[in-house]
């Protein structure tokens, strides 16, 4: 019940910050985006670039639309990065010197958090910038965001895109990060002049599982962008080179084992033992351009998997395509399918809402509220490729059902979840946090991690 009214007043907080926001006038001249693992000019679809990198772009670059000089702070990850690239017009990226210039699991970053801090405050002095205000994206940039506030006085925001309790629950010895991330958080939480919860499940998972004050945190979900992402007038089966008489589910996004694909093809098994249906499925992602089962380690047990099955012949691997495409593959699918063990939000099953494909997902964080359960989709239990089996065939079976799905997914889409709604809605609870606190100043001279946790 307490979900349930959640996702009502989600709905009707989301029209309703729209509306308000479409003729304010915007008070906010500089923002500072932190997001130390997640750059938005990385390729989407390796093991470490997905949901956040997608919305920190997007989120920059509608702000900046609206009038706001943005910078995205993010860790440099390559020798050859310039500190400072003009990406976007309003928008530079800052590559910020913090640990070995190359690829780190976003597991292993903690340590360099202090030295992050450290070197953001010395680029914020030498250009002498003067931000409104901070927006945190995940936890580890949430920590520089406080350092910031104590060394800086500068207000900021928290969007979590995981929690970690919530990650540790589902994923148990699988997750990496060490348990200090929960405490964390919960200091973050606390210390953050508002929280963004990016689905009314992640609301209540702060509330109860970390003890967070509700009032001071606002739902403000994900979007996609409709010059990018919409159905294609012509056939994208052609496009593609795909068959256009076969039955073709998508699975589309970064491969890692918590995104579930394992059940996607075992339900494609299922669909051939079970209810005599040979199906075509399509996986988008991985660390290169073709599919390469030593460059990402998924993608090889994945093909074990369907050779195992007898379904190697239906499976079918195209490695990392750019976002330019993406509407090609959503539109040439008869569904989509996603089965996390765990999502926060999940953007890719609005991007195939926004395209007209209707989606069966994981009954699990934001998609139990993105996709309406026979209304634009289904919602089945995470690990269970029996179930996915059973709404697979019904949507096989029944055409015009599934057309009517992907048009009501559509619908919602534009009306719920586009980028310039997002940013619409932040902009209203940045503004929120500059009313409600006072920037002020506390002295640290902390400069390492262990420090900074302990300072939180």
Known sequence: MRLAALGIAFALTVAFLTYARTSATVTMRNLALISEHASPLATIGSIDSGGQNVYVAHVARQLAALGIQVDVFTRRDDPDQPIVVDWHPGVRVIHVPAGPACFIPKEAMLPYMGEFAERMIDFIRVENIDYDLVHANFFM????????????????????????????????????????????????????????????QDLEDMEQLYGADGASIDIV???????????????????????????????????????????????????????????????????????????TAEIGKLMQLAQSLGISQQVQFTGQRPRSVLRYYYSAANVFVTTPWYEPFGITPIEAMACGTPVIGSAVGGIKHTVVDGVTGYLVPPNAPKALAE??????????????????????????????????????????ALSDTPAYLIPLQATDHNAMQNSL
């Open 141 to 200: 940039s949430g920590m520089v965001a406080a350092e910031l506030k104590r060394r800086l006085g500068l207000p900021f925001v928290i969007t979590f895109h995981a929690l970690g309790l919530v990650r540790r629950q589902c994923q148990g010895q699988a997750d990496g990060f060490p348990d200090q991330r929960f405490a964390v958080e919960a200091q973050l939480m606390q210390e953050a002049d508002r929280v963004i919860a990016e689905c009314p």
């Open 221 to 295: 979900p994900c979007g996609f962008d409709p010059e990018e992402l919409s159905r294609v007038s012509v056939n994208a089966r052609a496009e593609l080179g795909l068959d256009p008489d076969e039955f073709i589910v998508l699975q589309l996004g970064r491969m890692v084992p918590r995104k579930g694909v394992d059940n996607v093809v075992r339900a494609l098994a299922a669909m051939k033992s079970e209810y005599g249906i040979c199906a075509r499925l399509l996986i988008v992602g991985g660390n290169t351009a073709e599919p390469d089962p030593q460059a």
């Open 391 to 432: 709404r697979l065939a019904w949507l096989y079976r029944h055409p015009r059902l599934a057309q009517r799905l992907g048009w009501a997914g559509m619908r919602r889409a534009y009306q719920l979840y586009t980028w310039r709604n997002v940013a619409a809605q932040l902009l209203s609870v940045y503004e929120e």
